[in-house]
């Protein structure tokens, strides 16, 4: 009955290591003007605006292991809502803050100012030539100053503080159970 199996393995390269430039292309992709298609990509999967603010489906847990559950499945299911909710609390912390505004414009402009075109730009501190590394740091301290001045740092805890509660309240209460069983997913299965 022991009979030799042979496997053939085509001779190549296996490595299970991760690969740890994962972040530097995606950084590589926005900067090559990918970053567009890759918000447009995550809002592709945005659930009707209807069934995210259903207010029948809205019912408290029952138990912690179901509320637990229905979290988790709520916030993978309407993901791309939950950015435009964030996203939507951005604009309006941006419109209702001019000061802010200008320092973000201000900002952007800097930089773009930095990254476009050749590198003929050659300041000087005294006798001392900034490098293009050096340019780019004292444009994100002149940057942060702005924002800093600008009250950014209450905006952005008023934003994130915003967007956890109201994503907690709509994750917490949604009823899970009424949502589409997806074919790569169990069905919410009520433990006894």
Request: aromatic share 12%; proline share 6%.
């Amino acid at each position: 009955m022991s009979e030799n199996v042979n496997i053939d393995i085509p001779a190549g390269e296996m490595n299970a290591t991760v690969d740890k430039r994962g972040l530097q292309k995606l950084l590589q992709n926005i900067r090559n003007g990918a970053g567009p298609a890759l918000v447009m990509g995550a809002l592709s999967t945005r659930r009707p605006w209807t069934q995210f603010v259903a207010t029948e489906n809205f019912k408290p847990p029952a138990s912690l292991p179901r509320l637990t559950r229905r979290f988790y499945r709520n916030v993978e299911y309407f993901q791309a809502n939950y950015l435009i909710v964030f996203l939507g609390l951005f604009a309006y912390c941006l419109i209702t803050s001019p000061l802010l505004l200008i320092a973000m414009v201000a900002s952007f402009f800097g930089y773009r100012k930095l990254t476009s075109g050749p590198n003929t730009l050659k300041p000087k501190i005294g006798n001392w030539e900034l490098s293009k590394t050096q340019q780019y740091g004292v444009a994100a301290g002149c940057s942060m100053a702005l924002c800093w001045l600008a009250g950014a740092g209450a905006v952005l805890f008023w934003v994130l503080g915003a967007t956890v509660t109201v994503v907690a309240l709509h994750a917490s209460f949604f009823d899970a159970e009424t949502l589409p069983v997806a074919e790569d997913q169990f069905p919410i299965i009520e433990q006894v």
